[in-house]
């Protein structure tokens, strides 16, 4: 079935660093990929998306290009903030596309 | 809009209550309906979803069961919970069709004492 693996972590980065979260999947075709963020206690948000090879995604200052040469969907993010610390998720659709699997998850901890 | 709605928001029981926890979502129709747990770290492990009323596939053989009596609401139950059940309990919605996104909710926090 459908795969993904994200570095682990947590990154700990200063206020207004550059940021990269890799993510790398295994699929049978070509599905959808999506970032997820969840802030300390609550549930998760989705971030970003892309549906087909080449497509970026992009919102609240982060960005994902779905490569599908090196099967990648790595986040990234040029400033970051205090509060982007948090845990993101990389996500794809499993192969019956009923359900999503999910990433174990990386921590983000932005020091000011 | 579409909205999720879960609650409560914590829970402490004993070990050997039963559980009850509640899903709805407002502003769309025949979604797919999705359970979760979250133990201590991050990790979010699949319970149960449904495509519609009364379908119901589980991903994990335990205690729990879930049921969804309409279209837009989403139950998960236990009879006796253990100390193991304690965790965060995460309701999630998607429209039909392949490869759709999951829409969550905030969350259950469930203390076994």
């Known amino acids: 079935g459908n795969s993904v693996t994200q570095m682990e972590g947590p990154v700990t980065l200063s206020e207004e660093a550059f940021l990269t979260i890799n993510c790398t999947y295994t699929?049978?075709?070509?599905?959808?990929l999506f970032w997820y963020v969840q802030y300390p206690g609550e549930g998760l948000q989705l971030l970003l998306k892309?549906?087909?090879?080449?497509d970026k995604g992009s919102n609240k200052g982060f960005e994902a290009t779905y490569r599908k040469e090196t099967t990648s969907f790595h986040l990234e993010k040029g400033s970051v903030q205090v509060s982007d610390s948090a845990v993101y998720f990389c996500?794809?659709?499993?192969?019956?596309?009923?359900?999503?699997?999910f990433g174990k998850g990386t921590m983000l901890l932005v020091s000011p | 809009s579409q909205t999720i709605h879960q609650w409560p928001a914590t829970l402490v029981q004993p070990v050997g209550s039963p559980l009850s926890l509640e899903c709805t979502v407002e502003?769309?129709?025949?979604?797919?309906l999705y359970w979760y747990r979250q133990a201590a770290g991050r990790g979010l492990q699949l319970l149960f979803y449904?495509?519609?009323?009364?379908?119901i596939s589980s991903e994990v053989p335990q205690n729990l069961s879930a049921s969804r009596p309409q279209d837009r609401q989403f139950i998960l139950s236990s009879k006796k919970l253990l100390l193991s059940d304690s965790g965060f309990y995460l309701c999630?919605?998607?429209?039909?069709?392949?490869?759709?996104?999951?829409?969550f909710g905030d969350g259950t926090r469930l203390s076994i004492l």
């Open positions: 699929a049978t075709g070509y599905p959808s």
């Open positions: 999630a919605w998607s429209q039909r069709g392949g490869g759709q996104p999951q829409h």
């Open positions: 892309a549906t087909k090879a080449d």
């Open positions: 996500a794809l659709p499993n192969s019956g596309y009923s359900t999503l699997t």
């Open positions: 502003g769309t129709s025949n979604p797919n």
């Open positions: 449904s495509v519609g009323i009364g379908q």
